[in-house]
């Protein structure tokens, strides 16, 4: 993600594309050049990456996923997210590599009073997590820590993931109609890559296409990894089965270059201009010495006749 | 000596002469205390997101590029990569090509790509063989299918060796929005039936 232009990069040439010195002209526009890719510089600079991972750090993201019970989410005896709501993510925390206790208590509740956990989360450095706090198939709090895929997209592309954490059977996700993840199970994920744009995407019992969940737009971006998450219940009395969608931004491809030129017609024109300013001026040079021979004869001549 | 000194030391004191002058006191304000910046403490700002899904920006491709000082006058279309990774070009050198993935005129970030061949084999040379001889400042404006407008002015005109085009930074995704114009120039080489360089006019919004 980050940006490091180098000025000496540009190669300065004359305007009619020979490889003459540098005229002033050009001499203005290399400084003016320095300045812009510094700018871009400057400006990347300023852009906070969306994610920090480092060589020693992870990063890690928090879901909030059991419905109706707001919490405090302790990391290592402190408060991290205070009054952490049902459907909402926290993070990223830029951690360094190493293991971290949670603990989830009723808001202002003391951490020994613990609601889930506490849970020993494990993160190794250069690595992106989501930890989800869930319900399981059978309608408990549950947590589990999910890494997400922050590789690389390829151009045109994003990535999906997607995340059964709620109190549910065995579901399919389907895709534009199409299933695209089958038979995937309570604490369960899958990952695609898929074109940019907006997918319909839903969630039907396994071998069903009677969606219990959806259809909800998801929009797939180049260089984002979205990931959706079917969360709450699907009980009868409580059916409160919800979709919520967490965006990492992962770094997208650049093309490769841009070949924007095959025929050389370009190339010709501007030799021939030259050559043509070439035979032009030796033409006019010879004019003016053959004119100024015969000037001067005639001139001898009007002596002579004098 | 003593004199070059003096012009150094002038500059110091006119520079601390901008900092704010002090209340006077008594004037009833509440006192500026010269007090030290708090120490942070260790409890951290963590971000949170609401997981509802969000309706995307969809993009607003550009369907038009105008610069007078070039003669350039051109339908643009959406591109997007070759299977060969490089950036895909209409095959007319009149039309140019708005890379679809990166950012457009109207994104809040970021650059937008339109790049267009100097010349391909049985079309005449493109409007795009113009951009190199493109002054400081020329206007460059750029239109969408609905009606909108953003206007640029010219920053840099720069070669690039083919190998060496900064695409990274060309086509970033982040930062402050600018326009990138690309196109081929240099040597032709006709073992390889390519031009050496890119033809880059990176153009900033006009305020």
């Known amino acids: 993600m980050h940006v490091h232009p180098n000025p000496h990069f540009a190669r300065k040439y004359s305007q009619q594309g020979g490889k003459s010195r540098p005229t002033k002209e050009d001499n203005v526009r290399k400084t003016i050049a320095a300045g812009v890719v510094a700018g871009f510089a400057l400006a990347a600079g300023l852009v906070m990456p969306a994610q920090a991972i480092s060589a020693t ?3 890690l993201y928090v879901f909030h996923g059991i419905p109706d019970t707001p919490v405090d989410v302790w990391v290592n005896g402190e408060v991290k997210v205070p009054d952490f709501q049902p459907g909402t993510f926290a993070g990223p925390l830029d951690l360094p590599a190493g293991d971290y206790e949670v603990v989830l208590t009723a808001p202002d509740a003391p951490v ?27 309608g408990m709090g549950t947590a589990k820590l999910f890494t997400n895929d922050v590789a690389t997209t390829n151009a045109g592309e994003g990535r999906l993931t997607v995340r059964h954490t709620a109190a549910a059977p065995a579901v399919d996700i389907l895709a534009n109609g199409a299933v695209a993840f089958s038979n995937v199970v309570n604490g369960a994920e899958g990952t695609t890559a898929l074109p940019v744009g907006t997918i319909s995407a839903a969630v039907a019992a396994t071998g069903t296409t009677e969606p219990v969940l959806g259809p909800a737009d998801v929009a797939i971006k180049d260089g984002v990894l979205t990931i959706a998450y079917a969360w709450g219940s699907l009980d009868g009395e409580t059916n409160n089965l919800k979709l919520a969608a967490q965006e990492i931004t992962v770094g997208h491809t650049n093309p490769g270059g841009v070949p924007s030129g095959t025929a050389g017609y370009a190339a010709e024109r501007d030799a021939m201009t030259q050559a043509f300013w070439i035979v032009g001026i030796a033409a006019l040079l010879a004019a003016a010495s053959v004119g100024g021979v015969l000037t001067s004869r005639r001139m001898r001549a009007t002596k002579l006749d004098s | 000596m003593t004199r070059r000194l003096i012009a150094p030391l002038v500059l110091v004191l006119a520079l601390s002469a901008c900092a704010p002058v002090p209340a006077p006191s ?18 951290v700002d963590v971000p949170i997101v609401d997981g509802a899904l969000q309706p995307a920006r969809a993009s607003l491709p550009p369907v038009r590029v105008r610069i007078d000082a070039a003669g350039v006058d051109m339908e643009v279309v959406p591109v997007g990569v070759e299977s060969s990774g490089f950036m895909e070009l209409p095959p007319d050198p009149a039309i140019a ?8 005129p109207w994104s809040p970030d970021g650059n937008t790509v339109i790049a267009a061949h100097i010349d391909a084999p049985d079309y005449p040379i493109g409007p795009f063989a113009n951009l190199r001889d493109l002054p400081a400042d020329a206007e460059i404006t750029v239109a ?10 010219v920053a840099t005109v720069t070669y690039y060796p083919k190998q060496e085009l900064p695409t990274e930074a060309l086509f970033a995704r ?13 040597d032709f080489d006709e073992t390889t039936g390519h031009y050496d360089d890119n033809v880059v006019v990176v153009a900033t919004p006009r305020a």
């Open chain 2, 144 to 153: 969408a299918a609905d009606g909108s407008t953003a206007a640029y002015g």
């Open chain 2, 174 to 186: 982040e930062g402050t929005r600018a326009l990138v114009l690309i196109t081929c120039g240099g």
């Open chain 2, 97 to 104: 090509g708005w890379y679809r993935f990166g950012p457009d």
């Open chain 1, 112 to 138: 020994t009073d613990p609601a889930l956990g506490p849970v020993t989360l494990t993160l190794e450095a250069g690595k992106s997590y989501t930890a989800a706090a869930f319900l399981d198939a059978d």
């Open chain 2, 26 to 43: 008594g004037a009833g304000a509440p006192s500026a205390s010269p007090t030290p910046t708090p120490v942070p403490t260790s409890t």
């Open chain 1, 57 to 59: 750090t992870a990063d």
